[in-house]
């Protein structure tokens, strides 16, 4: 025959030690699911957005899915996608402001709705925190386009100071030459 007192006592012991340790396996947790969205980014599955959308709705401190779920909506070119990703972005940055990767993946997908002038404060950013050559590159094409050649031109020769060997820079630097 159960006895119904001590199987309640079981499961409320265990309820209680799984509530205390839910803390702890957070990170443990959402680090697998970010492993398995890289497993079916891989396999090329759509899935893979679930899973890291899902880690960091666990974890929100886990930067890696924050990162990886911007970068898979610029991959996409989703609208929808795009701006989702924009969003959880500037979430994450306000509690973390100097990820440069995360910066650098919203300034992408900035880039990609058109939105040039923010897209450009985050490669600059970037840029000079980092001594980041591509994301001053990124920042210069983004001045251009939305008409601040001057500052185009500045961003270009800081980029090429920092190192004239950037192939890209070189070749921006001939045609504003023209």
Partial sequence: MIDWSSSMRRLIVAL???LLALPMLRPA???ALVTRGDALLYARNARA??????????????LQAVDRYVFLAFLSRSRAGLE???HVADEALEAHPDDAALRM??????QVLRRFERAEQDFERV???R???????????????HGDRAKALRLLRIAHALDPRYVPVRVALERSRR
Avoid at 51 to 56: C, E, N, V
Avoid at 105 to 110: N, Q, Y
Avoid at 131 to 145: E, H, I, P, T
């Fill in 127 to 129: 840029g000079f925190e």
């Fill in 131 to 145: 001594g980041d050559v591509q994301a001053l590159a990124l920042a210069a094409a983004d001045s251009r386009k």
């Fill in 105 to 110: 993946d919203r300034g992408l997908c900035l």
């Fill in 16 to 18: 209680v030690a799984l």
């Fill in 84 to 86: 989702d990703a924009v």
């Fill in 49 to 62: 957005r679930e899973k890291y959308a899902l880690a960091f709705a666990i974890d929100p401190s886990n």
């Fill in 29 to 31: 947790l959402s680090g």
